[in-house]
């Protein structure tokens, strides 16, 4: 990957951790909710489709405990779980600096024609939730004492939730949601 390209998606990383509270804060919120998942895309959008976020409401948590009980951790951090209407909040993030730095990534990343070139996206994406995790998000937005930030593959190429919360969230908010059982079985 050149040095430009570096330098792009240090562009992204940059705009999202700056615009990512303000949108989630201008959205108003009144249920509370308990994770924020940032979608990403490859090649399978347009050079248009810029991250995007997904707060999932704590009802929707609760409904999963209820309705799948041992099963209920994948259902509670799988992305693709949590879009039926309802479930969520979904907030566009409305940035002009976003949206071209973005359509520079997807020109290199079309030129690859390999999506599995995403890993760059992906652990990029991974920084930005980490950042995010520090931040006090009951000030921003009704969230959960657990609530966690973390990536969603909405490409399917790496298929991993778990593992992109894993490399997304503090070890003290993991221990906090492997004590109240919502993370499954230890590895």
């Avoid at 040095?3 to 509370?32: M, Q, T």
């Avoid at 995007?52 to 994948?74: C, D, G, N, Q």
Wanted: glycine share 4%.
């Amino acid at each position: 990957m050149s040095k430009r390209i570096e330098g792009v998606l240090l562009k992204i990383e940059a705009l999202l951790v700056s615009h990512i509270p303000n949108v989630v804060k201008a959205a108003r919120l009144r249920e509370p909710v308990y994770c924020l998942r940032i979608w990403y895309n490859g090649t399978d959008s347009d050079e248009t489709a810029v991250p995007w976020l997904m707060l999932v409401k704590e009802s929707t948590r609760k409904s999963f405990i209820l309705e799948h009980r041992k099963e209920a951790p994948y259902y509670i951090w799988c992305a693709d779980e949590a879009t039926n209407a309802g479930q969520s909040f979904n907030v566009q993030i409305d940035n002009a600096e976003l949206v071209k730095q973005y359509g520079l990534w997807y020109d290199y990343l079309c030129d690859l024609d390999d999506d599995e070139e995403l890993q760059p996206f992906r652990e990029m994406i991974q920084r930005v939730s980490a950042k995010l995790n520090t931040l006090d998000w009951a000030a921003i937005v009704p969230a959960t004492d657990d609530f966690v930030v973390f990536p969603a593959d909405g490409s399917h190429t790496f298929c991993d939730d778990l593992g992109d919360l894993n490399a997304s969230a503090p070890e003290n908010r993991l221990s906090l949601l492997r004590s109240r059982n919502l993370l499954g079985p230890a590895e």
